[in-house]
């Protein structure tokens, strides 16, 4: 770390190549996890995802959202790499990802567990 400003507390060598670490590092990708667990709805899904695969059916039932609306959730949730789908028949069918999962730990945790 660039020791340009007085610190009123030095900083010792390993606390300085973290922090540089973390300048350098590019903190998108966490970012927009983050961004895309921020709704209520999606945090839902996840947290329903979390007992199994579930069809878009069932998705909207729990969340109460139109067909429409669900879809740009998903969207945004597949995106971040949190959810994946696949197609049985005429179903859709939604899961966790190993992403998805660890997202869903630090729901449950912080929520207190369902």
Do not use: W
Not at 37 to 47: L, Q
Not at 51 to 58: A, D, G, Q
Not at 90 to 96: A, D, F, P, R
């Amino acid at each position: 770390m660039n020791e340009q400003c007085i610190n009123p507390y030095p900083l010792t060598k390993e606390v300085s190549e973290a922090l540089d670490l973390i300048k350098a590092k590019d903190s998108k990708a966490v970012a927009d996890v983050f961004h895309a667990i921020a709704d209520p709805a999606r945090v839902k899904i996840i947290e329903a995802l979390g007992h199994r695969e579930l069809c878009v059916c069932v998705l909207v039932e729990l969340t109460g959202l139109q067909y429409s609306a669900l879809s740009y959730h998903l969207k945004q949730l597949k995106d971040a790499g949190l959810i994946a789908s696949k197609k049985e028949g005429t179903y859709l069918i939604y899961k966790l990802t190993s992403k998805g999962r660890s997202f869903q730990k630090l729901i449950l945790r912080y929520d207190g567990g369902a």
